[in-house]
Structures are given as structure tokens and as C-alpha cells.
């Protein structure tokens, strides 16, 4: 198992990914997966030292990607993480890998100076465990986010 930043010659899978990811999270019934847009955006992302973009590994397959956004935060201007998404293929789902790949975000969070990081749980059959998993590395309830389409 190995956890690495994502290179170009990654989009093609980090994209399959995502489309993976958002076929199986409640946004599917908000927004359409845009696949052109979203690879364009991981290529900017490649270059943006404030974006961290991950793949995790078995076997040499990709089976995992996660992302971390550094910025200030818009009250205090401290420098904080935010987890952007976290995805494990089925057959990668307890095996480790995640946990590796959420170890690296919050080291690199740490490394880019932030003082807190702030992570997701979307609102779906996944949540409860999500919330368990979150707790026993030491988070704890912030808000809760809310969305009317129009």
C-alpha cells in the first residue's frame, strides 16, 4: 500500500475516481458530473501549492483520492485545511489505505502551518461511520451544512 501525490499521468484515474465518487454521494442529485471540468481543475490543482491532491495505492492500482485545500480563514485569517473529498474503491475499504491517506492530509495540513482542518461527512448511509471514524482521530462536530436548489 503507498499513499503519493497525484501527477498528470494520474488524472485519467483520478477522474474515473471522482465520477466514482460522485455517482455515490447525495451531490449526484445536485450537480452533473462534468468530467472535462473536473480534470481541468485537477491540472490547475497540480500546480497549486495550496491544493494538495493525493492517490492512494494497492498493487500499483489506484484505489483511493483524497484532496486538501489550505487557506485563511475568513474570521481570524488563521491558516486552515480543508478536506475537499476522500474516496476508497470498495474492494480498498478497510484495508488501511484510508487512514494513510487521512494521515497525510492532516500532516500536510500541519507542515503548511494550519491551526485547525476541517473534514467532511456527506449526508448519506456512509455519515454514522464517518462521524465514528472522525471522532477517534480526535475531531469534533462544527456545523452542519444545508443546500436549497434553485
Keep these: 500500500?503507498?499513499?503519493?501525490?497525484?501527477?498528470?499521468?494520474?488524472?485519467?484515474?483520478?477522474?474515473?475516481?471522482?465520477?466514482?465518487?460522485?455517482?455515490?454521494?447525495?451531490?449526484?442529485?445536485?450537480?452533473?458530473?462534468d468530467s472535462v471540468k473536473i480534470r481541468a481543475f485537477l491540472a490547475t490543482s497540480l500546480e497549486n501549492n495550496d491544493i494538495l491532491l493525493l492517490v492512494g495505492e494497492m498493487n500499483g492500482e489506484i484505489v483511493?483520492?483524497?484532496?486538501?485545500?489550505?487557506?485563511?480563514?475568513?474570521?481570524?485569517?488563521?491558516?486552515?485545511?480543508?478536506?475537499?473529498?476522500w474516496w476508497l474503491?470498495?474492494?480498498?475499504?478497510?484495508?488501511?489505505?484510508g487512514k494513510m491517506m487521512f494521515k497525510a492530509i492532516e500532516?500536510?495540513?500541519e507542515q503548511k502551518g494550519a491551526t485547525a482542518l476541517f473534514?467532511?461527512?456527506l449526508e448519506d448511509e456512509?455519515?454514522?461511520?464517518?462521524?465514528?471514524?472522525?471522532?477517534?482521530?480526535?475531531f469534533k462536530p462544527l456545523e452542519r451544512t444545508f443546500i436549497k436548489e434553485f
Design 1 to 33: 500500500m503507498n499513499v503519493r501525490k497525484a501527477t498528470t499521468l494520474d488524472l485519467d484515474a483520478y477522474v474515473d475516481m471522482l465520477a466514482e465518487f460522485h455517482a455515490a454521494s447525495p451531490m449526484a442529485d445536485v450537480a452533473v458530473y
Design 64 to 85: 483511493g483520492v483524497t484532496s486538501c485545500l489550505i487557506y485563511p480563514l475568513y474570521f481570524s485569517q488563521s491558516t486552515v485545511g480543508q478536506e475537499l473529498w
Design 89 to 97: 474503491t470498495p474492494k480498498a475499504r478497510g484495508s488501511g489505505i
Design 107 to 109: 500532516t500536510w495540513s
Design 119 to 121: 473534514m467532511i461527512a
Design 126 to 138: 456512509r455519515a454514522t461511520a464517518m462521524e465514528k471514524v472522525y471522532f477517534r482521530a480526535g
